[in-house]
């Protein structure tokens, strides 16, 4: 993580709630003091009054970075508290959701460099991954900072366009909620089937997370993990001709439901 320049010249940090205290707390574990930030947030947790940082205090003239962790509902009263900071060095780097660049350029001068990122709530565990698009502005350097601030929470990736940014929405952003619903699911499933409601759930809970692992561990693509664990007329392959049916099945669920998503994400993108 580059710390030098952050350090000197200090980090913003508007907004503190889950993901602004996971990616805090991932920071100061990799070095970063809590001098040299700064966290704007009108209800902060105890643990973020403890945590040594400025807290709701004056701004340096020319920090390095503004992280905006703002609700998108609370964007049009926070940005005004940081908005002179726009027009120089700083760099900007929002993980609001369906708040565009434009409206950012809009607020701190289109002469900022300014970066859109997408992180998703298996950040709170290092388990993220966050996509990223920067405007005309942000730099190979700003995208390498910025990249580097946020895999202190995980994995991150560069979009080609921010256009992409509401399927990344759609699939990672809001995926972690259709994850935690297939486990609910197949917890109820299990009660269905006489197991009791604990059990049924500890079952679900590291079915899902310990496929989740293998997938990404395995240098075989989902699809053949599927097929390694399918024996011919055998339990498994009984439960996917359910959910592998061309007409009600998995896929054409999931394609709906992603779809739904990623239409919302431009309407809000739209405002």
Known sequence: MELDTVARRGLVLLGCGKMGSAMLAGW???????????VIDPKPSDWLRASGVHLNSDLPSDPAI??????????GDALPSIAALGGGRTLFVSVAAGTPIAA???AFGDDSPIIRAMPNTPAA????ITAIIGNSEASEADLDLAESLLS????VVRLQDEAQMDAVTAVSGSGPAYVFHLIETLAAAGEGQGL???LSMQLAKATVAGAGALA???????????VNVTSPNGTTQAALDVLMDQD???SDLVQRAVDAAAHRSRELSRG
């Not at 990404?216 to 599927?226: F, K, M, T, V």
């Open 104 to 106: 950012f350029e809009a």
């Open 66 to 75: 503004v992280l905006i962790a703002v609700k998108p509902q609370m964007m």
């Open 152 to 155: 202190a929470v995980g994995q």
């Open 248 to 250: 009600t099945g998995l």
């Open 125 to 128: 565990v290092g388990r993220g």
């Open 196 to 198: 009791p409601a604990d």
């Open 216 to 226: 990404e561990a395995a240098e075989a693509d989902p699809g053949q993990l599927r």
């Open 28 to 38: 100061m574990d990799r070095g970063l003091t809590p001098e040299s930030v700064w």
